[in-house]
């Protein structure tokens, strides 16, 4: 599988904050990005995707991708106690996913 | 509607055994995947189908392990004398058609303890 890698956390942030995770890829042919959440003991979630550089904002959450660096991350802004939980990046090498292993994000109230 | 179901939820079962997995995908999701998650590792792909074809089966750890899908819909995947490294989750995810431009979502997994 390729390379997906993550910033390795755990990452703790006040209630209100701005989490930021990062994320770059290995293959440069790769055309889509996604983000999932997992809360301990759950499935992932798709929380956001990503297929055109630039900016892409769903309520609290803006994705980045810059495909000449390699590199998408993840915003999340107003921080609540209910985002703690474990972040996916996920990168298509043909059609299948890679995943990185994962940013563990504590919000403290 | 009905997102991806998965079935047993848990399986216990002792080493040499034979189990099956089987997931049911999102109602006209073509597209077919076969994940697992191993403590305090990330997501291993394994196989994906598109319909009941299986075109990649590079990511399945050993002959042991096989997977099949009939009627486009429910997939099973089957893992023979089991070894206490089998032990993880074993999730399943579908989407509308193939990535790149296709969203994949996760059902909630099966827990696999091999004893």
């Known amino acids: 599988q390729k390379e997906v890698e993550q910033n390795s956390g755990p990452l703790s942030v006040p209630e209100g904050a701005i989490a930021s995770l990062n994320c770059t890829y290995s293959?440069?042919?790769?055309?889509?990005f996604f983000w999932y959440r997992q809360y301990s003991g759950k499935s992932p979630e798709l929380i956001m995707s990503?297929?055109?550089?630039g900016d892409k904002e769903d309520g609290r959450f803006t994705a980045q991708l810059n495909k000449a660096s390699q590199y998408v991350s993840l915003l999340i802004r107003d921080s609540q106690p209910s985002d703690s939980a474990t972040y996916l990046c996920?990168?298509?090498?043909?059609?299948?996913?890679?995943f990185g292993a994962g940013t563990t994000v504590t919000v403290r109230a | 509607g009905a997102g991806v179901s998965q079935s047993p939820s848990n399986k216990v079962t002792e080493k040499g055994k034979d189990v099956e997995l089987r997931c049911d995908p999102i109602?006209?999701?073509?597209?077919l995947y076969w994940y697992r998650q191993s403590l305090g590792q990330g997501l291993e792909f394994l196989i994906y189908?598109?319909?009941?074809?299986?075109?990649?089966k590079s990511g399945l750890p050993s002959d042991r392990f096989s997977a099949e899908r009939t009627g486009g819909s429910v997939s099973t995947l089957t893992i023979q004398r089991t070894q206490q490294e089998d032990s993880a989750v074993y999730l399943c995810?579908?989407?509308?058609?193939?990535?790149?431009?296709?969203?994949?979502?996760f059902g909630p997994g099966t827990r696999l303890t091999v004893l």
């Open positions: 293959d440069r042919v790769s055309q889509s």
């Open positions: 995810a579908s989407s509308f058609g193939l990535v790149p431009y296709n969203e994949q979502f």
């Open positions: 996920a990168v298509n090498y043909d059609y299948k996913l890679s």
């Open positions: 990503i297929y055109s550089n």
């Open positions: 189908f598109q319909g009941n074809s299986a075109p990649d």
């Open positions: 109602s006209g999701h073509t597209a």
